[in-house]
Nanobody
Framework: QVQLVESGGGFVQAGGSLRISCAASGRTFSTYAMGWFRQAPGKEREFVAAISRSGRSTYYAGSVKDRFTISRDNAKRTVFLQMNSLKLEDTAVYYC????????????????WGQGTQVTVSS
């Protein structure tokens, strides 16, 4: 069982940066691939980014590639999403996820989800 708690969401102007974090419970954090999904108002939930168990490999949705960076600290059981050059369309609730199969691509099917953190980008 893994519990995920996101933090760091908030308001930011377009073009700005924000880093959100996800703290995980449990001793088996390093056995999970981790990722971020997001859901904007009136839209389907979508994949954003994922990272392998070791942290050496990452994968991004095309819409955020070269602007967002996912990273993890296995010792602290935490995963991060650094978001730069934010756009209005990045406004969404961002969810941290954990996948025990180790899949870290857009088709990952995580078993565990956090409660979400709101990111609002304004003009």
């Amino acid at each position: 069982q893994v519990q995920l708690v996101e933090s760091g969401g908030g308001f930011v102007q377009a073009g700005g940066s924000l880093r959100i974090s996800c703290a995980a419970s449990g001793r088996t954090f390093s056995t999970y691939a981790m990722g971020w999904f997001r859901q904007a108002p009136g839209k389907e939930r979508e994949f954003v980014a994922a990272i392998s168990r070791s942290g050496r490999s990452t994968y991004y949705a095309g819409s955020v590639k070269d602007r967002f960076t996912i990273s993890r600290d296995n010792a602290k059981r935490t995963v991060f999403l650094q978001m730069n050059s934010l756009k209005l369309e990045d406004t969404a609730v961002y969810y941290c996820v954990a996948d025990s199969s180790g899949t870290y691509y857009s088709h990952m099917a995580p078993e565990y989800w956090g409660q979400g953190t709101q990111v609002t980008v304004s003009s």
